[in-house]
């Protein structure tokens, strides 16, 4: 199984600003995305992240306002960009490993004041 | 569009008081089936995955099973540890798609 971290592990921001949120993973994956998870609901897939090309986005979402970074196998980036309460969610990355197993990391709850 | 319907959302139970959850689903072309276990605050835990009608996974007090429409999670005599939010996502190509999840509650 992978063995995910993700930064910062909470935060609080205030509205209008941008938080990056850091993704590492302890082998090397093919596939990586992006999870949303509104207070009392369940997981909503926010993007795919692409290494070496831009992330592959689903509908409701746009890189303006979700920018993904992938420079390698092991590591993403996610931000949450001119922030609104409506933001406030834990984020969540996901990997795919060799057997197709899907894991995800402990999250990244925001709090957007 | 791919559809998944968990039920109950909610469920209480007294420990060893044996319990099931489904899962039902409607999607084009199912990869596999996938069994989640989450804590408060904390990222979905794999639990299993399963690929065709007639598959069945155990792991101590779970089993899961599935059929061309619906996948259910069986505990078996559960205990207080086993209270967490359990969720079903079915997999096309590499998108998951999750249901609202049922909250299992067990009481000592």
């Known amino acids: 199984s992978a063995v995910i971290s993700q930064k910062p592990s909470r935060d609080i921001c205030q509205r209008g600003t941008s938080l990056t949120i850091q993704c590492q993973v302890d082998?090397?994956?093919?596939?990586m995305f992006w999870y949303r998870q509104q207070p009392g609901q369940s997981l909503t897939l926010i993007a795919t992240?692409?290494?070496?090309?831009?992330?592959?986005?689903e509908s409701g979402f746009v890189i303006d306002k979700f920018p993904i970074s992938r420079p390698n196998l092991t590591f993403s980036t996610l931000t949450v960009s001119n922030m609104s309460p409506e933001d406030s969610s834990i984020y969540l990355c996901s990997v795919v490993d060799r057997q197709e197993t899907q894991y995800f990391g402990p999250g990244t709850r925001l709090l957007v004041l | 569009e791919d559809q998944v319907t968990q039920s109950p959302e909610a469920l209480r139970l007294q420990e060893g008081e044996s319990s099931s959850l489904n899962c039902s689903y409607t999607v084009s072309g199912l990869r596999g089936l996938f069994w989640y276990r989450q804590d408060p605050g904390k990222g979905p835990e794999f639990l299993f995955t399963l690929y065709s009608a007639g598959e069945e996974k155990e792991k101590e007090r779970l089993k899961a099973t599935l059929t061309k429409k619906e996948s259910f999670l069986h505990i078996t005599a559960p205990k207080p540890e086993d209270s967490a939010t359990y969720l079903c996502a079915v997999q096309a190509y590499y998108k998951l798609s999750f249901g609202a999840g049922t909250t299992v509650t067990v009481r000592a």
């Open positions: 992240a692409n290494q070496g090309s831009e992330a592959t986005y």
């Open positions: 082998s090397q994956v093919t596939m």
